[in-house]
Nanobody
Framework: QVQLVESGGGLVQAGGSLRLSCAAS????????MAWFRQAPGKEREFVAAISWTGGTTSYADSVKGRFITSRDSAKNTGYLQMNSLKPEDTAVYYC?????????????????WGQGTQVTVSS
């Protein structure tokens, strides 16, 4: 069992930055891949980014490529999502997820463990 807690969300103006954190507890987090998803009101949950358990492989949605960076610190059992050049369309609840499998990483159903989410609101 892995427990995940996101933090770092908030209100920011367009063009600004935020860094989300995902603190993990439970089983050894450094053997789990990690992902970020987001869900805006009235929309389906969508893939944002993922990082492998080694940190050596990352994947990004086209909509955030070049603006968002995902990383992890295994010593701290924490993953991060650095969000730069934020746009109003980035407004959503952001969730972190963990799983040992990397298969179909862009699909939310592929991830076994989820945090409770943190709200990100970007004003224009």
């Amino acid at each position: 069992q892995v427990q995940l807690v996101e933090s770092g969300g908030g209100l920011v103006q367009a063009g600004g930055s935020l860094r989300l954190s995902c603190a993990a507890s439970g089983r050894t987090f450094d053997t789990y891949n990690m992902a970020w998803f987001r869900q805006a009101p009235g929309k389906e949950r969508e893939f944002v980014a993922a990082i492998s358990w080694t940190g050596g492989t990352t994947s990004y949605a086209d909509s955030v490529k070049g603006r968002f960076i995902t990383s992890r610190d295994s010593a701290k059992n924490t993953g991060y999502l650095q969000m730069n050049s934020l746009k109003p369309e980035d407004t959503a609840v952001y969730y972190c997820a963990a799983d040992r499998s990397w298969r179909a990483a862009t699909m939310s159903a592929s991830w076994a463990y989820w945090g409770q989410g943190t709200q990100v609101t970007v004003s224009s």
